[in-house]
């Protein structure tokens, strides 16, 4: 029996290249989570419209699932014109899925929590000269679900 893959997470910072609407969202996220079911990722994309600033907004994305689908994923993404300056802060095998229930969960924040989280992240893993292996703590899951926690769920974005 071939062993199975093993179990890897992509974690990257974003920027958005122009406001999405709600509908743009729910059309990238339907196609996401219907790749992503088919294909055993799993995680979760903080999105922030960058309101109040002189930006676009911002996405923080974790994908956890086998590594060589990954890889092709995050291809893509670099390639995807809805954003540009893909940086990778985490690149590495993990001992499990930390969203193990989402094939892709989704939440709109406001930018200072996506701010705050990115901020952590680098804190924990260092300026991000080279993407190496992490881990993903508890504490950090812990982090993100309190953010979490603080918006209402959209019910669109749960279909
Ligand atoms: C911020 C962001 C996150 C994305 N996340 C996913 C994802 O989790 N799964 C997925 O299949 N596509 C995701 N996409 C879409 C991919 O970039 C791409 O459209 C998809 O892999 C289909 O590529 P294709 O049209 O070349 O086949 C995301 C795009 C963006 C901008």
């Known amino acids: 029996m071939p062993a199975p893959a093993k179990l890897h997470q992509f974690v990257y910072v974003s920027d958005a290249t122009g406001p999405l609407t709600v509908e743009a969202l729910q059309l990238l996220l339907r196609k996401a989570r219907a790749y992503n079911h088919a294909h055993h990722v799993t995680g979760l994309l903080f999105y922030s419209d960058g309101a109040g600033e002189n930006s676009a907004g911002a996405f923080?994305?974790?994908?956890?699932?086998?590594?060589?689908?990954?890889?092709?994923?995050?291809?893509?993404?670099?390639?995807d014109t809805r954003n540009v300056r893909v940086?990778?802060?985490?690149?590495g095998p993990v001992a499990e899925r930390l969203f193990p229930e989402w094939a892709m969960g989704f939440v709109a924040v406001v930018p200072p929590d996506l701010d705050r989280l990115t901020d952590y992240l680098r804190g924990q893993w260092g300026a991000a000269s080279l993407p190496r292996a992490q881990t993903m703590s508890p504490e950090l899951r812990q982090r993100m679900q309190a953010v979490l926690d603080e918006y209402p769920v959209w019910p669109h974005f749960l279909e």
Not at 61 to 75: A, F, N, W, Y
């Open 60 to 79: 923080l994305q974790i994908l956890e699932g086998p590594e060589d689908v990954l890889r092709g994923l995050v291809s893509n993404i670099r390639l």
């Open 87 to 91: 940086r990778v802060l985490a690149d």
